[in-house]
């Protein structure tokens, strides 16, 4: 039975999030759909790392089996095919080791989260960015984050239906930069917990509006207390960027 992986990316915002909900349809709903239409047969697909309500994808990384081979470039364009109207398409498809899983598998994954901090509006990027209608201060936002990088209990910053065994995270990259109107925060790690990007960036955020002082923002973590965290950003501004595997 041989084993591929795809290369997905999805506009969240129509879908209940990446996993099969009881509430809405799912990026992984549509997927399964897709690829049951064209492959004559029921699949499962195993994605790398599971996105929110509203949340993005430029690089999410799934695999599944199927009962017989197929051309790789056959399975990207019928899945395709099968997957309009719906925002979601295969970028690439290639076929694995059966030891190969996309989740357990990965060594890193990459968020991108873009904040747009004018007065007006987004007019083109409406559902891609948290507009916040005030400028931060980008400069304090990046000496806030470089407090959180490492390895640390992020209770504080872990949503509350959380089910990771451990608080306990190593955030490799959290980096922050301002292009134009716009501040990017770019976050890596090997895994994640439920809601932490945007956690991290709300309470950043807090900081780059001076609410907050960067000291501030360290003892939020330092407090492995929920309650101290700042606003929740919003999911529209997160997009999965990247996942990295070992070579080979």
Known sequence: MPRYRLVVEY????????????????????????????????????????????VHATHQVVHFDAARAWRTDTLRDAANAHLRPD???????????????ARVSAIRRHYLYRILDRRAP??????????????????????????LLGRHDFT????SQCQANSPVRTLERLDVSRAGD????????RSFLHSQVRSLVGTLAQAGAGRWSVAQVRAALDARDRAACGPLAPPE???????????G
């Open 237 to 247: 501004g997160l997009t999965l960027v990247g996942v990295d595997y070992p070579e």
């Open 87 to 101: 925002p979601v398409a295969v970028l690439s498809a290639e076929e694995v080791a059966e030891t190969f899983h």
């Open 182 to 189: 716009e501040i990017r925060i770019a976050a890596s790690a």
């Open 156 to 159: 504080t910053f872990r949503a």
């Open 11 to 54: 506009d969240g915002t129509p879908f209940s999030g990446w996993q099969h909900q009881q509430n809405g349809r799912s990026v992984q709903e549509a997927l399964e759909t897709a690829l049951a239409r064209f492959l004559g047969e029921a699949v499962r697909v195993y994605c790398a790392g599971r996105t929110d309500t509203g």
């Open 122 to 147: 987004p007019a083109l990027d409406r559902f891609r960015v948290w507009h916040v209608p005030r400028r931060l201060d980008a400069a304090v936002m990046g000496e806030a984050a470089g407090m």
